[in-house]
């Protein structure tokens, strides 16, 4: 089978293949010799809505059961596909690193885009590709995944499969073995959005900014106003913390005696993310001495939605199922759809932390900043933030009159930044993202939230 291969996040590859008839029967059974455990997506749904996912105090008992109940009816499955088609394949890397957590991460994204496939409340302006199958594989290796990185990695119903299959190849003889997952898709032929936007009329941009928003609001609607369990937002500095500290980038060794147990070097990354997280614990702790709390939207969220996770399709034949306010002309121009791709699970799963992913985009032009320099150059940049710019304020002008989003939307921008800081590889970008984070706490300061 030849395939495209394409970025893919970390720990996971994506190839864009042709499906040929005997790939059918080897995506639905697995590659002979091989141990292949077929994954019921609402398990990993159920898995995933908890109440300690979401950070939700009391929805636990009042939500049981949403994922499920939100995958009713048949889905599409590899038997009902013609060869020649095209698919997307992904799958994680059999990395002793990180192998076990990507297959758990992989596995999940599928789940959750099996659960918005189910619940599209935008059809026909809005879509996700249908997943045709999602499966486990134990591969023979010399590395047996640890049951300690499964849970590390969310546990739950996904890592109990994953441990019990690796178990089961050491002791049926076969020797050590090491999990990987994969989904497969339909191939969706489209445009990005930073192409689509450069020569994009005005309707057509306008259109595009409506139907995000209208994503939002959709997400929204499912996502009752809730207090929040504040341990889960310390967790979550702390977490980004712990990992920036042990980032070389943003922490170099230490070059003293080994054998002690130094301080972090005060480089000005490391001086920016103590900082930051300092003024998040400080805050969290301000509401919580107050009694109020923190309350948000808890429900559902696509948890990466960043602009290089929507897409454009063209529909050749006109406008589907455009909302009646966007207006005539904005029908007329509105002859594409929007494609969600690469949904995460979120620490919280709110839609406010989708905002403050596209405020990523929206401000700081990341996705544009992370193109190949031939693809930027086929880009208009200065239109591009003109509309990032008429964006951002659509957004703000929706949502901004919310408690939820006076309170906390600054607060996580700075988090989500320092988030994306924590992985950062190379020094220029690393300097950039501790700049975000900065500007984010000016803003917040300069809206009197920030101390």
């Known amino acids: 089978m030849s395939a495209i291969h394409i970025r893919g996040f970390s720990g996971c590859s994506v190839d864009v293949r042709r499906l040929e008839a005997a790939d059918i029967d080897w995506y639905r059974n697995g590659p002979k010799g091989q141990t292949t455990t077929n994954v019921d997506a609402a398990a990993v749904i159920g898995g995933r809505q908890t109440a300690e996912t979401r950070g939700d105090e009391t929805a636990a008992g009042r939500r049981e059961g949403q994922g499920q109940r939100s995958l009713s009816g048949a889905a599409p499955q590899l038997s009902d596909c013609q060869p020649g088609m095209q698919i997307v394949v992904k799958t994680s890397f059999d990395d002793p690193g990180c192998g076990a957590a990507s297959s758990v991460r992989l596995l999940r994204q599928g789940a959750k885009q099996l659960e918005f496939c189910a619940w599209n409340p935008l059809p026909g302006r809005v879509v996700a590709p249908a997943i045709l199958c999602s499966r486990l594989e134990t591969?023979?290796?010399?590395?047996?995944?640890k049951p300690s990185a499964l849970g590390s990695a969310g546990g739950g119903d996904v890592a109990a499969p994953v441990a019990a299959a690796a178990a089961a190849s050491v002791s049926s003889g076969l020797g050590p073995s090491q999990q990987r997952a994969v989904l497969v898709m339909p191939f969706v032929p489209h445009s990005?959005?930073?192409?689509?936007?450069?020569?994009?009329?005005?309707?057509?941009?306008?259109?595009?900014?409506?139907?995000?928003?209208?994503?939002?609001?959709?997400?929204?609607?499912?996502?009752?106003?809730?207090?929040?369990?504040?341990?889960?937002?310390?967790?979550?500095?702390?977490?980004?913390?712990?990992?920036c500290r042990r980032n070389p980038v943003i922490c170099p060794p230490h070059r003293g005696d080994p054998k002690e147990a130094a301080?972090?070097?005060?480089?000005?990354?490391w001086a920016?993310?103590?900082?930051?997280?300092?003024?998040?614990?400080?805050?969290?702790?301000?509401?919580?001495?107050?009694?109020?709390?923190?309350s948000l939207p808890l429900g559902r969220c696509h948890g990466d939605l960043t602009l290089s996770n929507l897409l454009m399709r063209e529909n050749r034949g006109g406008p589907q199922n455009l909302s009646a306010d966007v207006g005539d002309a904005g029908a007329a121009a509105g002859s594409f759809?929007?494609?969600?791709?690469?949904?995460?699970?979120?620490?919280?799963?709110?839609?406010?932390?989708?905002?403050?992913?596209?405020n990523q985009d929206l401000r700081f032009g990341w996705t544009l900043r992370m193109m190949s320099g031939e693809d930027r150059a086929r880009v208009d940049k200065v239109r591009l933030f003109l509309v990032f710019e008429a964006a951002a304020k659509s957004i703000r002008q929706t949502f901004g009159h919310f408690d939820w989003y006076r309170r906390a939307f600054r607060p996580a921008t700075v988090l989500n930044q320092l988030r994306v800081l924590q992985y950062a590889k190379d020094a220029d970008i690393a300097n950039y993202l501790a700049f975000t984070v900065d500007a984010e706490l000016e803003s917040w300061r300069h809206e009197g939230g920030c101390a």
């Not at 591969?139 to 995944?145: H, I």
């Not at 994009?200 to 207090?227: C, E, G, H, K, M």
């Not at 301080?263 to 990354?269: A, D, G």
């Not at 003024?279 to 919580?288: A, I, M, Q, R």
């Open 337 to 358: 759809t929007v494609v969600l791709i690469d949904f995460l699970d979120a620490f919280l799963e709110s839609p406010l932390l989708d905002m403050a992913k596209l």
């Open 263 to 269: 301080p972090p070097p005060p480089t000005p990354l």
């Open 192 to 243: 990005d959005a930073l192409t689509f936007l450069t020569h994009a009329n005005v309707d057509r941009v306008q259109v595009f900014v409506r139907t995000i928003i209208d994503v939002l609001q959709a997400y929204l609607t499912v996502s009752p106003v809730s207090r929040i369990d504040l341990s889960v937002w310390r967790n979550k500095v702390a977490d980004v913390r712990n990992v």
């Open 139 to 145: 591969v023979l290796t010399s590395y047996l995944a």
């Open 272 to 294: 920016c993310v103590e900082r930051s997280c300092g003024l998040l614990d400080t805050w969290v702790n301000t509401c919580e001495q107050r009694g109020e709390g923190l």
